[in-house]
């Protein structure tokens, strides 16, 4: 039924469209088709029928609002926005006759005519009124993901996860579910489900369970986690192009807000495709902001709420967004309502009580941050610039994954931009700037993606300076590799569907590197890679339409922080009940037959011993030798190179904490088999003799047996810490090796921590 009202209304509003002109407020008809000018005033375009005036055409200017006229020739040139070409007189804007309007409007483009023709139909008959599509988004890091949905019943929710496409060995993850609002008499609940254990270079599927019944299942793909990229978007804004004025109507009136959400749906569709296929493997996607353009949506008007839910209908509308984590920004047109709240599960959600203060306990969504691979991503409101709740947020994600690469924010208003429209307001300058300035220098981040301006800037390296301005910046250029440059880049995005194109200052701003208006819908992809020991970031923007490089690359390289540790089999000291390390400098500061250890922060944020992961590059290879490829082989001879074994009557050279398994020095013998759990210890005794020719061996074996576990620590002993060498496990049961500092641990009974 409430399709139906809609379809109604879009009908009229079509029907209107029938005359040749716009001849609102003048009191003359228009002319026939054909009739030639004679007269042109700021009005309209004027001819003559039957010896009468009549209107060719109503001035486009007074289409957008009636206050614009047409310019005269005296006019002064003023700007090109979306609309067209305008220009200042009499104290007032005014629009040059001729203009072309340069936003997407799909109805001109004949190329898509057929697929564009298709989707009007699904659209107006099945699309724009689903409320209940999915959203993914990133988890707390890389290993989880995070569902979200509306539904039309309290049912439980669940995602099944697994590696069949049937589904046969998925497992159910179940989530919360919270009734939200009735919206034309049908209540929606929202539902949130996080799924966990997720590996890199995989191939899953899952299947969402909607209203008590699992659908159609997904295929979902995780990459190299040395090698991958995310796309990057400006304002999708989907609905702004209601009001827009078009040829394709004659210039007789603008969109209406259905009309607008169904071209920009199209768009947004399109700009999802070519994003994807030109990124081939995206692991990520990052909206800069206003993902819907209602900005009179309210619980207390269901039309403009109606409205902006079909919005979001469209931006979740692309099968794609179902197959990687898009994590979506508050601007502010999202800014009225809990919509963006109730569709997104955001990871690490943070809000203070003047937060929702501000939003009288109902606020659209939260400040949030996530760990994606080796990139630690912020994602802040700054709709309400409060320097605390940014301090606070940026303290908890660093806290918590101290040791990414990578450290980028993203958030809606362009602090370094230089749009004509918002990039100089005094909230921007006056508030957000200085705060997010000093804490984003403080805190070493590399890159800041903004919208809000619809317009592409690149800014300079830009830090904090105690000047008049509160900054100061180092040039940037193309093409240039940057190592460890001082400064943060900020790019603010371009609007991504195209219906709202904007202009830039002139002069150009100092901090200002580049800019442009393409009049075009683009996005960004963002490459990161990894290899000997070293990290690289590269950045380009591109066309939607044609996939021509818009702006880029902007390069950066730096040393690697971390060691990505993807899955349970890298990991050595998993089942031991550790986390491996993340930082790749992370000192040894314990060994024992397991391998070594080091200390870092937990995802709790608290100090914990973590195993130590060394370069499984084979050390040997220098020195003539292969490296041993039994994770059993036993360390039989230690020079100043490494750790030695024999394989194959040949020396082998031990790969430290992993690379070929481990340190044990458990083998298997002719006539014993031993292992850790058993009380009888075999020890290997190898002779090696060199010549300059070959190496021959000498292998005797001795067995002898040794009560277990001798040789771990005594109760309240040490057990770790720098320059500390002896073994890391207690001797007695009930106690375990516990870290109180760098410089020390000790063996303390489990009921003491």
């Given at each position: 039924?409430?399709n139906?009202?809609?379809?109604f209304?879009?009908?009229?509003a079509i029907?209107?469209a029938?005359k040749?002109?716009?001849?609102?407020?003048?009191?003359y008809?228009?002319?026939?088709?054909g009739t030639k000018?004679?007269f042109?005033?700021a009005d309209?375009?004027w001819g003559?029928?039957?010896?009468?005036?009549?209107?060719v055409?109503k001035?486009?200017a007074?289409l957008?609002?009636s206050?614009?006229?047409c310019?005269?020739?005296?006019a002064l040139?003023?700007?090109?926005?979306q609309d067209?070409?305008?220009?200042?007189e009499n104290n007032?804007f005014?629009?040059?006759?001729?203009?072309i309007?340069?936003w997407?409007?799909r109805?001109l483009?004949?190329?898509?005519r057929?697929?564009w023709?298709?989707?009007?139909?699904?659209?107006?008959?099945?699309y724009s009124?689903n409320?209940?599509?999915l959203s993914?988004?990133?988890?707390e890091?890389?290993?989880?993901?995070?569902?979200?949905?509306?539904?039309?019943t309290?049912?439980t929710p669940?995602?099944?996860?697994?590696?069949k496409?049937?589904?046969?060995?998925?497992?159910?993850?179940k989530?919360?579910?919270t009734?939200?609002k009735?919206?034309?008499?049908?209540?929606y609940?929202?539902n949130?489900?996080?799924v966990t254990?997720?590996?890199r270079?995989s191939?899953?599927?899952y299947?969402?369970?909607?209203?008590g019944?699992?659908?159609?299942?997904i295929?979902f793909k995780?990459?190299?986690?040395?090698n991958?990229?995310?796309?990057?978007?400006?304002?999708?804004?989907?609905?702004?192009?209601?009001?827009?004025i078009?040829?394709s109507?004659?210039?007789?009136?603008?969109?209406s807000?259905e009309?607008g959400?169904?071209?920009?749906a199209f768009?947004w569709n399109r700009t999802?495709?070519?994003?994807?296929k030109?990124s081939?493997?995206?692991?990520?996607?990052l909206?800069?902001?206003?993902?819907?353009d209602?900005?009179?949506?309210s619980p207390?008007?269901?039309?403009?709420d109606y409205?902006?839910e079909?919005?979001?209908?469209?931006?979740?509308?692309?099968?794609?967004?179902?197959t990687?984590p898009?994590a979506p920004?508050i601007?502010?047109?999202?800014n009225?309502?809990?919509?963006?709240?109730?569709?997104f599960n955001?990871p690490?959600?943070?809000?203070s009580?003047?937060y929702?203060d501000?939003?009288?306990?109902?606020?659209?969504?939260?400040n949030?941050?996530?760990?994606?691979?080796?990139?630690?991503?912020?994602v802040?409101n700054?709709n309400?610039?409060?320097c605390?709740?940014?301090?606070?947020?940026?303290?908890n994600?660093i806290?918590?994954?101290?040791?990414?690469?990578?450290?980028?924010?993203?958030f809606h208003?362009?602090i370094?931009?230089d749009?004509v429209?918002?990039s100089?307001?005094?909230?921007?300058i006056k508030?957000?700037r200085?705060?997010l300035?000093?804490?984003l220098?403080?805190?070493?981040?590399d890159?800041?993606l903004?919208?809000?301006?619809h317009?592409y800037t690149v800014s300079k390296f830009i830090?904090?300076?105690?000047n008049?301005?509160g900054?100061?910046?180092d040039?940037?250029?193309?093409?240039?590799?940057?190592?460890n440059?001082k400064?943060?880049l900020?790019?603010?995005?371009?609007?991504?569907?195209?219906?709202?194109?904007?202009?830039?200052?002139?002069p150009?701003?100092?901090?200002?590197?580049?800019?442009?208006?393409?009049y075009t819908?683009?996005?960004?992809?963002m490459?990161?890679k990894?290899?000997?020991?070293k990290v690289?970031l590269t950045i380009?923007?591109?066309d939607?339409?044609?996939?021509?490089l818009?702006d880029?690359p902007?390069?950066?390289?730096?040393?690697?922080k971390t060691d990505?540790?993807d899955s349970?089999?890298?990991c050595?000291?998993?089942p031991l009940?550790y986390?491996?390390c993340?930082?790749?400098d992370?000192?040894v500061?314990?060994?024992?037959?397991?391998?070594?250890?080091?200390v870092?922060?937990?995802?709790?944020?608290?100090m914990?011993?973590?195993g130590?992961?060394?370069?499984?590059k084979?050390?040997?290879e220098e020195l003539g030798y292969?490296?041993?490829t039994n994770?059993?082989?036993?360390?039989?001879?230690?020079d100043?190179?490494?750790?030695w074994?024999?394989?194959n009557?040949?020396?082998?050279?031990?790969i430290?904490?992993?690379g070929?398994g481990?340190?044990s020095k458990?083998t298997?013998?002719t006539?014993t088999?031993?292992?850790?759990?058993k009380t009888t210890?075999?020890?290997?005794?190898?002779?090696?003799?060199t010549t300059?020719k070959k190496t021959?061996?000498?292998?005797?074996?001795?067995?002898?047996?040794?009560?277990?576990?001798?040789?771990c620590?005594?109760?309240l002993?040490?057990?770790?810490?720098v320059?500390y060498?002896?073994?890391s496990?207690c001797?007695s049961?009930?106690?375990?090796?516990?870290y109180?500092?760098?410089?020390y641990?000790?063996?303390?009974?489990e009921s003491?921590?």
């Amino acid at each position: 039924m409430k399709n139906s009202i809609f379809r109604f209304l879009l009908a009229i509003a079509i029907a209107k469209a029938e005359k040749t002109c716009n001849n609102d407020g003048l009191g003359y008809p228009c002319c026939e088709k054909g009739t030639k000018v004679t007269f042109e005033d700021a009005d309209a375009d004027w001819g003559v029928n039957n010896g009468d005036w009549c209107i060719v055409q109503k001035c486009w200017a007074s289409l957008i609002s009636s206050n614009y006229k047409c310019c005269s020739e005296n006019a002064l040139f003023y700007s090109i926005d979306q609309d067209g070409k305008w220009g200042y007189e009499n104290n007032e804007f005014c629009g040059y006759r001729g203009s072309i309007q340069r936003w997407n409007d799909r109805e001109l483009n004949d190329k898509t005519r057929k697929e564009w023709n298709s989707f009007k139909e699904k659209w107006d008959n099945d699309y724009s009124s689903n409320f209940e599509r999915l959203s993914v988004l990133p988890g707390e890091d890389e290993t989880m993901l995070n569902f979200g949905w509306y539904s039309t019943t309290k049912t439980t929710p669940y995602i099944c996860w697994g590696t069949k496409k049937d589904g046969s060995d998925c497992k159910e993850y179940k989530g919360s579910v919270t009734y939200y609002k009735d919206l034309y008499k049908t209540s929606y609940y929202s539902n949130k489900v996080t799924v966990t254990g997720v590996k890199r270079n995989s191939v899953y599927y899952y299947m969402r369970k909607l209203n008590g019944k699992y659908e159609k299942a997904i295929q979902f793909k995780t990459y190299d986690s040395d090698n991958f990229n995310f796309i990057f978007v400006g304002d999708p804004q989907i609905g702004g192009s209601h009001d827009r004025i078009t040829a394709s109507n004659n210039y007789t009136r603008v969109l209406s807000r259905e009309e607008g959400n169904r071209n920009d749906a199209f768009n947004w569709n399109r700009t999802i495709t070519s994003s994807f296929k030109f990124s081939r493997q995206p692991s990520l996607l990052l909206s800069a902001g206003d993902q819907a353009d209602e900005e009179s949506a309210s619980p207390q008007n269901a039309v403009y709420d109606y409205n902006e839910e079909s919005q979001y209908s469209a931006l979740l509308l692309p099968n794609l967004m179902q197959t990687i984590p898009m994590a979506p920004t508050i601007g502010n047109h999202d800014n009225h309502t809990e919509n963006f709240h109730y569709h997104f599960n955001t990871p690490n959600s943070y809000s203070s009580q003047t937060y929702l203060d501000f939003y009288q306990s109902k606020p659209p969504g939260y400040n949030y941050f996530f760990k994606y691979n080796n990139v630690l991503t912020v994602v802040l409101n700054t709709n309400v610039p409060t320097c605390t709740d940014f301090s606070k947020v940026i303290d908890n994600a660093i806290t918590k994954y101290p040791n990414t690469d990578w450290r980028i924010a993203m958030f809606h208003q362009d602090i370094y931009g230089d749009g004509v429209t918002h990039s100089q307001s005094d909230k921007i300058i006056k508030q957000v700037r200085p705060c997010l300035t000093q804490l984003l220098s403080d805190n070493k981040f590399d890159l800041v993606l903004n919208g809000h301006d619809h317009v592409y800037t690149v800014s300079k390296f830009i830090y904090y300076a105690s000047n008049k301005d509160g900054y100061d910046y180092d040039e940037v250029e193309t093409k240039k590799v940057y190592k460890n440059p001082k400064g943060t880049l900020f790019i603010t995005a371009n609007c991504s569907t195209g219906n709202k194109l904007y202009e830039y200052k002139m002069p150009k701003i100092k901090y200002v590197y580049n800019h442009n208006q393409t009049y075009t819908s683009t996005f960004g992809i963002m490459d990161f890679k990894k290899s000997n020991g070293k990290v690289t970031l590269t950045i380009n923007t591109y066309d939607v339409e044609t996939n021509d490089l818009i702006d880029g690359p902007y390069i950066f390289e730096k040393d690697s922080k971390t060691d990505n540790v993807d899955s349970d089999d890298k990991c050595w000291s998993l089942p031991l009940g550790y986390n491996c390390c993340v930082n790749k400098d992370t000192a040894v500061v314990s060994s024992d037959n397991d391998g070594d250890w080091g200390v870092e922060k937990n995802k709790d944020g608290i100090m914990d011993w973590c195993g130590i992961i060394h370069d499984t590059k084979c050390w040997a290879e220098e020195l003539g030798y292969k490296c041993c490829t039994n994770d059993s082989t036993e360390v039989a001879y230690t020079d100043e190179s490494g750790d030695w074994g024999v394989e194959n009557d040949d020396w082998c050279g031990i790969i430290k904490g992993g690379g070929n398994g481990n340190k044990s020095k458990t083998t298997t013998t002719t006539t014993t088999t031993t292992t850790t759990k058993k009380t009888t210890t075999t020890t290997t005794t190898t002779t090696k003799t060199t010549t300059t020719k070959k190496t021959t061996t000498t292998t005797t074996t001795t067995t002898t047996t040794t009560p277990i576990p001798s040789n771990c620590v005594a109760d309240l002993e040490q057990c770790g810490g720098v320059n500390y060498n002896g073994p890391s496990c207690c001797k007695s049961q009930g106690y375990k090796c516990h870290y109180y500092s760098d410089y020390y641990a000790q063996c303390i009974p489990e009921s003491w921590q």
